[in-house]
């Protein structure tokens, strides 16, 4: 009798959760907006360009920061990644300890130097300092070493949840900024003198920029390549990486959690049979953003895990000049499991391959799910 009871209160408990999971889902919005981003008057472009002016050198120094046992992996490689094709600056990746960097998703890579290292080489500080999303947003030795550069003049600029890190670092005080979709409401709610912007990818206010998700990352460091060098050269660097229009406007609406990200998310992780790793070659040259932006993208479907594989267990060395160390050691992958090799990409287009090709595996809601995690606005299939 007890355990007939003990079964029916289990049962109910069971059903409970579904009726009030299933209200929560149809609580959500169906479709986020597909309104057209509002324009920005050039009065506020310009702005924004006289914002991210050098405040120090004539070429500057940029140093980008992560912790090494979690940091995000396109907040952190694609900054470097273009900034180094630009060649406009002196670019450093840097690590709170001595050690690889473990970025998440996906990835591992030798950072150039720790932030003790840096200081000992550059005691008057960075022009920028570029935060990504961390796993943690109060690491000590994160947040001390950004105080510091900021006080020493460093324009401070925090990638997607890496305004969490800046937040906390105590720079968003009284100034307007922007995060991931995700992040804004906890952001606010933790620091309410900050005043968010919205429909804008980056945001400048007093020696601190901010910008929407991680893809935001690419206009960013074209608009940073813009304050640094002028227009003609991000337009070269835009066509180079294929993007070759950008600006700051965004449609904020369009990105929000919706009914069918929700379902998505819930469907994927429960088909954890199907669940699969899939294979990219790591060679010897390979663009660090393209290789970034895809690995990241097969990594957020709730369904693939990306995984480098290399013949030998040696770092191998990216187009611009950072060791990425293979995740396994291989001579190959097994076919129908191995990623295209993104070396023939230029990284915008990358994405949006890697996204169509999401959309072929597992269908377009995954894409679309891949793409609201990117805070991407997806581009025509190629």
């Excluded at 006080?151 to 949840?161: D, E, F, L, N, Q």
């Excluded at 305004?163 to 906390?168: Q, T, W």
């Amino acid at each position: 009798m007890n355990s007939r009871r003990v079964l029916w209160s289990a049962l109910g408990a069971v059903a409970l959760v579904a009726v009030i999971g299933g209200a929560w889902i149809f609580s959500l919005p169906p479709a986020p907006s597909a309104a057209a981003p509002p324009a920005i008057a050039p009065d506020e472009r310009d702005a924004t360009i006289a914002a991210l002016k050098p405040p120090k050198r004539q070429r500057p120094l940029i140093a980008i920061i992560g912790i090494n046992d979690a940091t995000e992996t396109t907040d952190y490689l694609m900054p470097y990644g273009i900034l180094k094709r630009a060649d406009v600056a002196d670019v450093v990746t840097l690590a709170t300890r001595p050690g690889p960097v473990t970025l998440y998703p996906t990835l591992k890579v030798e950072p150039q130097a720790t932030v003790a290292e840096f200081d000992a080489q550059h005691s008057d500080g960075a022009d920028y300092v570029i935060v990504p999303a961390m796993s943690r947003d109060d690491d000590p030795e994160a947040l001390q070493w950004i105080r510091s550069q900021s006080a020493k003049g460093a324009i401070v600029i925090g990638v997607c949840v890496g305004a969490k890190v800046v937040g906390d670092a105590g720079l968003l005080h009284d100034r307007q900024a922007t995060t991931h979709w995700y992040s804004v409401k906890e952001l606010r709610s933790k620091h309410p003198t900050m005043r968010y912007v919205k429909d804008r990818r980056l945001v400048v206010d007093k020696g601190v920029a901010t910008t929407t998700g991680i893809t935001a990352s690419m206009p960013m460091s074209l608009t940073l390549i813009e304050a640094i060098a002028g227009p003609d050269k991000a337009r070269a660097v835009g066509r180079e990486i294929g993007l070759a229009e950008w600006d700051v406007r965004h449609n904020s609406d369009a990105f929000k959690f919706t009914r069918p990200f929700a379902l998505t998310a819930i469907r994927n992780t429960a088909a954890f049979w199907a669940h699969e790793r899939l294979g990219i070659e790591l060679k010897s040259g390979v663009d660090e953003v393209s290789l970034a932006l895809v690995t990241d993208a097969w990594s957020r479907t709730y369904r693939s895990q990306a995984v480098t594989f290399a013949s030998a267990a040696g770092a191998q060395q990216s187009r611009g000049g950072l060791r990425i160390l293979p995740d396994q050691v291989a001579a190959n992958w097994p076919a129908a499991r191995l990623l295209p090799s993104v070396a023939d990409r230029k990284p915008a287009e990358a994405l949006d391959h890697a996204l169509a090709g999401i959309a072929a595996r597992y269908g377009t809601d995954t894409a679309d799910f891949v793409a609201m995690q990117l805070e991407y606005p997806k581009r025509p299939a190629p």
